[in-house]
């Protein structure tokens, strides 16, 4: 029997708790997972059951909302984030993805939280879950994806100031992020032989050094050297013209220069549906691909598609590992 995921709860202030219900009340049986959390802050709307052994929420989820208890610091009030919750945020991230790691759990889905929350009431050095789970599992590179039904995008860069994108955007760093997006595409998405679209930095992908040099001094030799040993590969491409539907239909993933840049195409066309997969883990991790949401955080009306989504995925991703592990 495949293992249940596990479901890290977030930012007790934020949207995170009541889309766990939504999306158990929607699930339930056909997606086993198991909420971890502080039963205090659950809404009380749905039956919940609370666990001692996370491998029972795949029968315990037929008929309630399976918690994994944890106890946190303060209460949860919608919009209001308390400095005493943010160590059990980080706990319950790095306990579901222990569980991850041990095959308790068979994938980790993260519910969002609130970076600023976390600084003021931790030591939080990371800038999000994707810094904070390749250092829990004692991994130096990993890809942030957001992947739907009709865009897969990935920033080289992510969680830095735009100022500092060129300084960071290095070679090394963009050849690192195709090789573990390629694996990925293969691996977690089944994709045989992955066309990869490269995007530009600058305007016009530069236009050969008239609006900037990096396109041709870094992104171009990398796309050349990988070109030369056989990848699917295309750019650096103008980043204004490869969006649309016939430039989408080219490609099986983009490849981006900064978090914007990869962000605002699919939040645009798919922001109920879009999936932040961590790419290059040791376990699968999956998450909604929106924020924490404090603006609408308790009154009932937050989208919980992206959240079912992930979990969806998550368990696709389980199950096509554990096939290549039978065969
Ligand atoms: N995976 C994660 O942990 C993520 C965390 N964040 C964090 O969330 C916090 C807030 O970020 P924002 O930029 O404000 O983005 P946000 O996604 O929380 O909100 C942006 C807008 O979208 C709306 N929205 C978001 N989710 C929705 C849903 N499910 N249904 C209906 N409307 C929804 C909000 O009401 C708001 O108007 C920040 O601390 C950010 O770093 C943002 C993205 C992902
Ligand atoms: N903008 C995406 C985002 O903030 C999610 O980051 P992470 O917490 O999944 O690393």
Redesign the pocket.
């Known amino acids: 029997m495949t293992a249940p995921i596990a479901l890290s709860c977030g930012e007790p202030a934020g949207i995170g708790l009541e889309l766990a219900v939504r999306a158990w009340e929607q699930l339930k049986g056909d997606v086993p997972f198991f909420l971890i959390a502080d039963p205090r802050h659950v809404p009380k709307t749905v039956p919940v059951v609370e666990l001692s052994d996370p491998r029972d929420a795949v029968q315990a989820c037929r008929d309630a909302l399976p918690v994994l208890p944890l106890a946190f610091g303060g209460q949860a009030i919608a919009g209001q984030p308390d400095p005493a919750n943010a160590e059990g945020v980080m706990e319950a991230i790095a306990l579901g993805a222990r569980l991850a790691m041990d095959g308790t759990a068979s994938a980790l889905c993260?519910a969002p939280?609130h970076k600023k929350a976390l600084k003021d009431g931790t030591s939080f050095p990371w800038?999000?879950?994707?810094?904070y789970l390749a250092h829990l599992a004692g991994v130096e590179n990993v890809v942030?994806m957001l992947a739907s039904e009709q865009l897969r995008v990935v920033p080289t860069t992510i969680?830095i100031a735009l100022a500092d994108v060129p300084q960071i955007l290095t070679a090394q760093l963009l050849r690192k992020t195709l090789e573990i997006t390629r694996d990925g595409l293969r691996n977690q998405f089944g994709i045989e032989d992955p066309r990869i679209a490269v995007a530009g930095l600058n305007p016009h992908a530069g236009e050969g050094g008239a609006m900037g040099h990096e396109d041709m001094t870094v992104i171009a030799p990398v796309v050349e050297e990988l070109l030369s040993q056989g990848w699917a590969l295309s750019g650096p491409l103008p980043a204004d013209t490869m969006f649309h539907a016939a430039a989408r239909a080219k490609y099986d993933a983009a490849v981006c220069m900064y978090?914007d840049q990869a962000?605002i195409p699919i939040k645009t066309l798919d922001f109920d549906r879009g999936v932040?997969v961590?790419l290059g883990l040791p376990f699968i991790r999956t998450?909604p691909d929106h924020?924490t949401a404090f603006d609408i955080a308790g009154k009932g009306i937050a989208t919980p598609t992206s959240l079912i989504e992930a979990l969806r995925m998550a368990q696709r991703m389980a199950a096509s590992r554990s096939d290549h592990k039978e065969h």
């Not at 800038?127 to 810094?131: A, D, K, M, Q, R």
């Open positions: 993260t939280i800038p999000g879950h994707t810094e942030m969680h978090h962000l932040n961590t998450s924020g």
